[in-house]
Structures are given as C-alpha cells and as structure tokens.
C-alpha cells in the first residue's frame, strides 16, 4: 500500500481513475480507507487516501495519471440570489 494526497475538487472516482485505471478502484479505495462513508464522499485537498499496488486497466492509468483528474463541483447557491433569466428562472 501506498498513500496519496487528493487534490482540490478530486472526487474517490477521480482517485481510481488515476490510480487503477477503472472506477471500479472506488470499491478498493473505500475499502482501505475505513474514514471515507462511501463512494460520494467529497475529499479535502491534502487528504491522505491508501491506495493498493494493484492496477485494473494499466493502459487507462498510464494515460489519466498524467494528468490530475478533478471532476467535484462547488455546490452552487440556491434563491433568487443565484438564478439566472432562462435557465433557472423562467419568464412568462
């Protein structure tokens, strides 16, 4: 076992990608790391995750580790604050 820091908006998807090569890694990543409650997590940049020297898809790792992978989006504002003319807020 290794261990890794995630990086800003990485989501434990993210993390098997770069690390296994195939979301499927989720369910090793979850597994040996007991203070993650699942799979929809969200991760804190500098948060140390475990990772197993295993790879599922070598091909598919070699080409999404070169590159940091971060999917997470910021959970936007609700309210009329936050909607915007004919997308959020219809006129009629």
Do not use: C
């Not at 998807?13 to 090793?28: K, P, R």
């Not at 580790?65 to 971060?70: L, M, T």
Request: proline share 3%.
């Amino acid at each position: 076992m290794r261990i890794i820091k995630a990086k800003h908006n990485q989501t434990i998807a993210d993390i098997a990608l770069q690390e296994y090569g195939d979301v499927e890694g989720v369910f090793f990543i979850v597994e040996d790391n007991p203070t993650l409650l699942g799979i929809t997590d969200n991760l804190h940049p500098g948060e140390e995750i475990q990772i197993r020297d295993v790879r599922i898809n070598g091909p598919m790792k070699e080409y999404l580790s070169q590159n940091v992978i971060a999917t997470a989006e910021k959970a936007r504002g609700e309210g009329i604050g936050y909607w915007k003319i004919e997308n959020d807020f219809i006129v009629s």
